[in-house]
């Protein structure tokens, strides 16, 4: 335990932003370490978009309907014209629109 | 992977990153000042508030951090829950390597020290795509940073006269933005098959294993897949 009063607050302050910057720095340097090999290379490669559709099931869980159906429209415009920023603002029009309703 | 030079980190490419991830950014101000109005209403001094997001920069890791605020805090499930939840970012970093590792060790560092999920994200796919920069982890990662900012400061002083995020679906901007990137970029049955397995995993670990375990699980078995089913070489 440690007390907020007395700059207690921002000795844990400090501490956060530390841990936060050994995840921000570890990554790499933890690499550096790796032989490169194919299956090295591989397991990274596949797992850059794991990372991130790790982060989006919990999000496409949690969210109402009007938040599935902006994922929905996002998706499909990525797949019919590959291009991020439209394909977001759809998302989040349809997210609008759907709570509007 | 592109050639064997340094990815280029010139105040062009920077400034580039930061105008590209400036519109995603102005949404991440919404969060900042959700954060800011949670942190005033968790009793927290405004300029403590303040350092907070300027050093830890983490919105979920502070937004869980206000959750164990008092006038005594625990420190260890503090930091533990901090590592937890941020513990995805050792993973972005570790995508990244094969371009960082040419950089020399300090243009490497000072440039992660500034990665969230949107740059790297961004930056990942412009990398496997052939551009060989690294401006929009930096240069995106400066607006983001100052969004943050901005929006916690915003959130401290105007508080609840700000309106309602999920009314104007501003809560699906990062699910939106993250989705888009993942079908941005290079996709063929393995990668697809990593996805799923991945999903997969993330989801049971969202049901049964501890909480913010759904990221490392996730993307540790959608990794496997690309070890075991190696990329033949062209």
Known sequence: ?101 | MSGHTAPELSLAAFRQGFWRLLPISLFVAVFGAAFGLAAVQAGLPGNEILLMSATVFAGTAQFAALEMWGAEVPVLPLLATTFAINARMLLMGATLYPWMSRLPPGRRYASLVILSDANWAMNLNDLQTGRNTLGALVGGGFALWLTWLAGTFAGMVFGSAIADPQALGVDMVMGCFMLSMVLAGRRNSRTVLAWFVGGIAAYGAYRWLPENSHVLVGALAGGLVGAIWVEDKA
């Not at chain 1, 340097?29 to 591989?42: Q, W």
Request: charged residues 10%; proline residues 4%; glycine residues 10%.
């Open chain 1, 1 to 101: 335990m440690i007390d907020v009063e007395s700059g207690g607050a921002l000795l844990l302050i400090a501490l956060m932003a530390l841990v936060t910057l050994l995840t921000r720095l570890g990554g790499v340097l933890l690499m550096s370490f790796v032989p490169m090999g194919r299956r090295v290379e591989g397991f990274i490669n596949a797992m850059a978009g794991s990372v991130l559709v790790a982060v989006l099931v919990p999000v496409a869980v949690k969210t109402d309907t009007a938040g599935q159906l902006a994922l929905l429209a996002t998706a499909g415009l990525m797949l019919l014209y590959r291009r991020p920023m439209p394909a977001i603002a759809a998302g989040i029009l349809v997210a609008a629109l759907a709570r509007a309703v």
